[in-house]
T-cell receptor, first 110, second 113 residues
Framework: GQNIDQPTEMTATEGAIVQINCTYQ??????LFWYQQHAGEAPTFLSY??LDGLEEKGRFSSFLSRSKGYSYLLLKELQMKDSASYLC???????????WGAGTKLIIKP | DVKVTQSSRYLVKRTGEKVFLECVQD?????MFWYRQDPGLGLRLIYF???????EKGDIPEGYSVSREKKERFSLILESASTNQTSMYLC????????????FGEGSRLTVL
């Protein structure tokens, strides 16, 4: 079957660095997405990886290894506003359908 | 700024009632989606539409139907609401397959009593 795993919850300290992992098993691969969702709000797009390697975008970076079925989202210089859920999603065999992880709730402490 | 607007943020309905959830996007996107989001589960696709009057079932279409009469509007219909349909419903639109970025509405939290 198709599956995406990510930790349920993580805690980090303001100003620190945190890495949120995502592993996937899908039939087909057309890219991996990370979305941020603050409590009670809509998910918003953070990053898209289709080739192996690291994509950097300001304080956020996303890494992909297709051979390992593995991605991570790296958040640097954490701020209180980064407290949110981070959703990993894979575009598998269908361009229209994404397979979603359950999300990782990130708690930032002062 | 791109915008996806859902008609109601919060609804409370009774079992057996018909429920309409509406979604409008202003980006001229071809693809629109309805998801439900429940605690501890990933987003689950109910239906999607890739053109006016075109629709395809997602992973959990049972108990739901959709309507897309105009490109900008995609409606989700619960013909006879049941308590297990209590959930957060998210609408999304997508313009280009190559990027795949979804733009989400703010969600409609439905409670069925």
């Amino acid at each position: 079957g198709q599956n995406i795993d990510q930790p349920t919850e993580m805690t980090a300290t303001e100003g620190a660095i945190v890495q949120i992992n995502c592993t996937y098993q899908t039939s087909g691969f057309n890219g991996l997405f990370w979305y941020q969702q603050h409590a009670g709000e809509a998910p918003t797009f953070l990053s898209y990886n289709v080739l192996d390697g690291l994509e950097e975008k300001g304080r956020f970076s996303s890494f992909l290894s297709r051979s390992k079925g593995y991605s991570y989202l790296l958040l640097k210089e954490l701020q209180m506003k980064d407290s949110a859920s981070y959703l990993c999603a894979v575009s598998g065999s269908s361009n229209y359908q994404l397979i979603w992880g359950a999300g990782t709730k990130l708690i930032i402490k002062p | 700024d791109v915008k996806v607007t859902q008609s109601s943020r919060y609804l409370v309905k009774r079992t057996g009632e018909k429920v309409f959830l509406e979604c409008v996007q202003d980006m001229d996107h071809e693809n629109m989606f309805w998801y439900r989001q429940d605690p501890g589960l990933g987003l689950r696709l109910i239906y999607f539409s890739y053109d006016v009057k075109m629709k395809e079932k997602g992973d959990i279409p049972e108990g739901y139907s959709v309507s897309r009469e105009k490109k900008e509007r995609f409606s989700l219909i619960l013909e006879s609401a049941s308590t297990n349909q209590t959930s957060m419903y998210l609408c999304a639109s997508q313009g280009f397959i190559s990027t795949g970025e979804l733009f989400f509405g703010e969600g409609s939290r439905l409670t069925v009593l």
